[in-house]
């Protein structure tokens, strides 16, 4: 380690202990959380099972920038890429559309088979791995409903989909020993006012009732249910509402995933993190970040990120929330959007363990709101960067940008050569 990092770190860590900080500890801590990062970044959402299926279910990608994983192999290595420059050991969030198999096999067929290479692989890696069912890009959902679809056989189709991911994410579990969250959201919805806006929900509740029907160890499996305001051609009524969700998820003991890009433009999932915990055993994170509409732009270190990062440490719970990312940027090199948007998560969270929680509750209970804001303010330009730094270091991985230029020649030695194959998939 340079001795410039260990001494700027040394110098930080005696202006935090001031406040009763101990930077030692916070690290041991952060160390142990793990994010569970999407592996969908890197292959714009199309996955394996149905590469020519349009993507659809309200999702977009845009951007064409060159290198994009078109098979499984090139895609963990993208992303054991990205995890060398991320601190930390972490967990890969699959869609059930990467199943990485030569069979030919429709999504209500999957089975943990299908999955071997990503597990064996993890194992190797030292990650863990969450799972989310697809309902969506597929020829059964074309028309946007699938869990609360009327026709009771496409339904039905759906319901052993998510069936069959429930076992696969059990698999993961207990083959990783990391418990494995399994994300259940649904596109289902209308583009114009519907007639009626019980029946769907009332389907779509049947449905989650069967599919959640057969008990799993939690030690190695757990539910979670996803809600959304609108998409692309549901821009009227989404059956899987907040409301819908929240109820569902508090009386049947699911987590509830608040996702950033999931509600009002002006709506923030921090400010709603210390009610949802007071309710439920657990909470999932979609950390995204939305321009204007869902749009899943990067993970930036902007207030929001910074709020969700200091409401999980202020209130204890990173022990009972899974935190995820989902963002999908088609514009910019895929890896740097990993490495970013990871980084970024981390370093929020560093951050708010960064600041003197005790203080700043006991003065706001005192009724000194002056202390709770100068401190607040103050502590914006105490030296974080300085451990985040050490930290990088300590872990193995590039301080600063330095691992800018890596990516950049991981792009002309691999990403670019994809591109000028011409996107031939090799056989």
């Known amino acids: 380690m340079e001795q410039a990092i260990k001494r700027s770190y040394e110098e930080a860590k005696a202006l935090y202990a001031n406040h009763g900080i101990d930077v030692d500890q916070v690290l041991a801590k952060l160390a142990d959380i793990k994010v569970s990062v999407h592996c969908w970044q890197g292959d714009d959402v199309r996955g394996f099972l149905f590469r020519d299926q349009e993507l659809s279910g309200g999702?977009?990608?845009?951007?064409?920038?060159?290198?994009?994983?078109?098979?499984p192999d090139e895609l963990r290595a993208d992303m054991e890429r990205a995890f060398s420059f991320i601190p930390g050991k972490h967990k890969v969030n699959l869609h059930a559309i990467y199943a990485d198999t030569d069979e030919k096999v429709d999504l209500d067929q999957l089975e943990p088979k299908h999955f071997q290479t990503w597990v064996d692989w993890a194992k190797e890696q030292g990650l863990g791995l969450d799972f989310n069912p697809t309902c969506f890009s597929h020829e059964k959902s074309s028309d946007g409903f699938t869990l609360s679809h009327p026709d009771p056989d496409i339904r039905q189709f759906w319901i052993d989909h998510c069936k069959a991911s429930r076992k696969i994410g059990a698999y993961f579990g207990e083959q990783l020993g990391q418990t494995c969250v399994t994300n259940v959201w649904v596109p289902d919805g209308y583009k114009d006012v519907p007639a009626d806006r019980m029946a769907p929900r009332q389907r779509l509740k049947d449905?989650?009732?069967?599919?959640?029907?057969?008990?799993?160890?939690?030690?190695?499996?757990?539910?979670?249910?996803?809600?959304?305001?609108?998409?692309?051609?549901?821009?009227?009524?989404?059956?899987?509402?907040?409301?819908?969700?929240?109820?569902?998820?508090i009386k049947n003991n699911k987590l509830v995933c608040l996702d950033a890009g999931h509600f009002?433009?002006?709506?923030?999932?921090?400010?709603?993190?210390?009610?949802?915990a007071l309710f439920t055993d657990g909470i999932l994170l979609h950390v995204s970040r939305p321009m204007r509409w869902d749009s899943d732009h990067v993970v930036v270190m902007d207030d929001e990120l910074l709020e969700i990062g200091r409401e999980l440490v202020r209130h204890n719970l990173l022990g009972t929330t899974h935190i995820g990312l989902d963002f999908f940027d088609g514009s910019i090199n895929r890896?740097?959007?990993?490495?970013?948007?990871?980084?970024?998560?981390?370093?929020?969270?560093?951050?708010?363990?960064?600041?003197?929680?005790?203080?700043?509750?006991?003065?706001?209970?005192?009724?000194?709101?002056?202390?709770?804001?100068?401190?607040?303010?103050?502590?914006?330009?105490?030296?974080?960067?300085?451990?985040?730094?050490?930290?990088?270091?300590?872990?193995?991985?590039p301080v600063r940008e330095q691992w800018l230029a890596e990516v950049k020649a991981y792009e002309q030695d691999v990403l670019l050569?994809?591109?000028?194959?011409?996107?031939v998939v090799p056989s």
């Not at 002056?370 to 030296?383: G, I, N």
């Open 59 to 71: 999702i977009s990608v845009t951007g064409n920038y060159p290198g994009a994983a078109r098979t």
């Open 207 to 249: 449905a989650l009732d069967e599919v959640f029907a057969e008990p799993l160890d939690p030690k190695h499996h757990l539910d979670a249910v996803e809600s959304k305001l609108f998409g692309l051609g549901s821009e009227a009524y989404v059956v899987g509402s907040h409301e819908f969700y929240m109820g569902y998820g």
């Open 264 to 276: 009002h433009p002006t709506e923030v999932i921090s400010n709603k993190l210390s009610s949802l």
């Open 335 to 397: 890896v740097a959007a990993w490495v970013i948007g990871t980084r970024n998560t981390i370093k929020a969270l560093l951050r708010a363990m960064l600041e003197p929680v005790e203080t700043l509750k006991q003065a706001e209970l005192a009724g000194d709101y002056t202390t709770r804001l100068a401190l607040t303010e103050e502590f914006k330009s105490y030296p974080f960067g300085a451990i985040w730094d050490y930290y990088c270091a300590q872990q193995g991985v």
């Open 417 to 423: 050569k994809r591109d000028a194959q011409n996107a």
